[in-house]
């Protein structure tokens, strides 16, 4: 059986079909590299040719070569399907993950473009516009984590259980306090980072990408 690999940036989304290798390793004692890539290197003619788009993950099982998140995920929940990365419930509860994955993926991870990377949302705009931009980028992130916060109230995880669409809410939180959004008025979002930072593999994603917890 092939060795998985999976390049990522530090911190970045990668970190979540990373966790969920971690679970994988947990459920099924897999063995897998990760890859740690500097934007530089994810622009070289090595990586390039396996992923034109240069960006991370890619995840490699051999021959086989895959990029994007979902897709990612979605191999990893097939191939390694008692890791329950998506949850144990019958196929409206993995609905419910899978519409909160899509949530982070499509309405909150973009928000944070304007914070990132405010170039490419407004080429060439003066400070005062960009400064603009990101306060409205911050005040959208805030309004948009109302929604996991509103769904935490009384429960550990988004869907009762731990899946990997709450590791993708924790890294967009990491991100947050990064960039210093003031998010303590949801108060659900404190007692979720410390729940998701006290699960073993969670941790040991950390410490495979050298990064601290919250």
Same mark, same amino acid.
């Given at each position: 059986? %092939?060795?998985?690999k999976?390049?990522?940036?530090?911190?970045?989304?990668?970190?979540?079909?990373?966790?969920?290798?971690?679970?994988?390793?947990?459920?099924?004692?897999?063995?897998?590299?990760?890859?740690?890539?500097?934007?530089?290197?994810?622009? %070289?003619?090595?990586? &390039?040719?396996?992923?034109?788009?240069?960006?991370?993950?890619?995840?490699?099982?051999?021959?086989?070569?895959? %990029?994007? @998140?979902?897709?990612?995920?979605?191999?990893?929940?097939?191939?390694f399907?008692?890791?329950?990365i998506?949850?144990?419930g019958?196929?409206q509860?993995?609905?419910?993950?899978?519409?909160w994955?899509?949530?982070? !993926?499509?309405?909150?991870?973009?928000?944070?473009?304007? +914070?990132?990377?405010?170039?490419?949302? &407004?080429?060439?705009?003066?400070? /005062? +516009?960009?400064?603009?931009?990101?306060?409205?980028?911050?005040?959208n992130?805030?309004?948009? +984590?109302?929604?996991? !916060?509103?769904?935490?109230?009384?429960?550990?995880?988004? /869907?009762?259980?731990?899946?990997i669409?709450?590791?993708?809410l924790?890294?967009?939180?990491?991100?947050?306090?990064?960039?210093?959004?003031?998010?303590?008025?949801?108060? !659900?979002?404190?007692?979720?980072?410390? /729940?998701?930072? @006290? +699960?073993?593999?969670?941790?040991?994603?950390?410490?495979?990408?050298?990064?601290?917890?919250?």
């Open positions: 059986m %092939s060795q998985i999976l390049h990522v940036l530090q911190g970045a989304c990668p970190l979540v079909p990373h966790t969920a290798l971690a679970m994988a390793k947990a459920s099924d004692n897999i063995d897998y590299d990760i890859i740690i890539m500097s934007r530089e290197a994810l622009k %070289s003619a090595e990586y &390039l040719a396996l992923n034109p788009k240069g960006s991370a993950p890619l995840l490699r099982d051999g021959e086989f070569v895959l %990029s994007q @998140n979902f897709a990612i995920l979605s191999y990893i929940n097939a191939k399907p008692k890791a329950h998506f949850g144990k019958d196929e509860h993995i609905a419910k993950t899978l519409q994955l899509a949530f982070v !993926n499509s309405d909150l991870h973009p928000s944070f473009k304007a +914070l990132f990377n405010p170039n490419a949302v &407004l080429p060439n705009a003066d400070e /005062n +516009l960009v400064k603009a931009l990101q306060q409205q980028a911050k005040e992130i805030v309004n948009l +984590l109302r929604l996991p !916060n509103d769904e935490l109230n009384n429960k550990d995880f988004l /869907n009762g259980e731990f899946t669409a709450d590791m993708y924790y890294v967009t939180l990491r991100w947050a306090t990064a960039m210093q959004i003031d998010f303590s008025q949801h108060t !659900n979002l404190a007692k979720f980072i410390k /729940n998701v930072e @006290n +699960l073993p593999f969670v941790l040991q994603t950390l410490k495979e990408q050298e990064l601290a917890v919250l």
